[in-house]
């Protein structure tokens, strides 16, 4: 399919229909439109996502939540553009990401903050280096050990700093996670089930976490999860099923 060219929302655009068929939100950061990804399999296709459309608005959180398969990872991972989709279009803060390519979207992928379940630490670095990973190959405006210093003390793991990651327990290492999410301060971050290896204890800090980055910084936040008390808790709940949103 050919892709749009970027359209940056405008006033006129209230309360008007978007070419798609679907009402145009100028308010959503996020903007999904008839969103389309199939995995080929030995003996199926599987559809992971059938025609999303979705707004999320800027500085909400909102959960996305779904049984398991239902599409929810598809969804994070094309927004995050950690993979294309085969067809539609998704429009953050204004650029069309599915239109993005080369160094254009690597940045972007640099701008958005992803917090995987299963935590996804480089396992031979220290705490410090997981930090500031992300961007140990690029110009900052910031100083990379500085700034990771100052996220790993927000997220409560002032002098761990030199530890290996794979010396903490599983809660410690999803504030490591989180903090290099943060390390480039991102308007959005993408949290996929981030409580999923968590006992119910250290995964109610980690929601605590995630909710004071959107008092403090007024982080744009999309939650997959099963957990209905984390889902409660979120402004707006978008519910999946068979890779549709229902
Ligand atoms: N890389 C892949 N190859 C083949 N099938 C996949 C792949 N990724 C996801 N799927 C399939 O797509 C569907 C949706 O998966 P997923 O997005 O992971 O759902 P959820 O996160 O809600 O559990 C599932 O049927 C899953 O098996
Ligand atoms: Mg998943």
Redesign the pocket.
């Known amino acids: 399919m050919r892709l749009r060219r970027p359209t940056p929302p405008s006033p006129q655009q209230q309360g008007t229909t978007g070419s798609s068929g679907h009402p145009t939100d100028p308010a959503a950061l996020i903007q999904v439109r008839d969103l389309r990804k199939s ?3 030995l003996d199926a296709t ?4 059938d025609g999303i459309s979705l707004d999320v608005p800027a500085g909400g959180v909102t959960a996305l939540a ?12 094309l927004i995050g553009a950690l993979d294309a989709p085969d067809a539609g279009t998704i429009i953050v803060a204004g650029v069309e990401v599915t239109a993005l390519r080369g160094n254009a979207l690597a940045g972007y992928r640099r701008r958005v903050g992803f917090v995987f379940q299963r935590f996804n630490l480089l396992p031979t670095l220290t705490v410090l280096d997981n930090v500031t990973a992300p961007v140990l190959p690029f110009k900052t405006s910031f100083e990379p050990k500085q700034r990771a210093t100052e996220l790993l003390a927000s997220v409560g793991l002032q002098g761990r700093e030199n530890t290996l990651a794979t010396r903490l327990s599983g809660g410690q290492q999803q504030r490591v996670a989180i903090a290099r999410a943060l390390i480039n301060t991102p308007a959005v971050v993408l949290a ?2 981030p409580t999923g290896n968590l006992d119910s204890s250290t995964g109610a800090d980690i929601i605590a976490l995630l909710f004071d980055l959107r008092e403090r910084h007024g982080t744009t936040l999309l939650i ?1 999860t099963h957990d209905p008390d984390l889902a409660a808790r979120c402004d707006t709940v978008v519910r ?1 099923r068979d ?1 549709k949103i229902t």
């Not at 599987?46 to 996502?49: C, E, G, H």
């Not at 779904?66 to 991972?77: A, D, I, R, Y």
């Open positions: 995995f080929a399999t599987i559809t992971a996502a779904g049984p398991s398969g239902s599409g929810k990872s598809t969804l994070l991972h996929d089930e997959a999946m890779g």
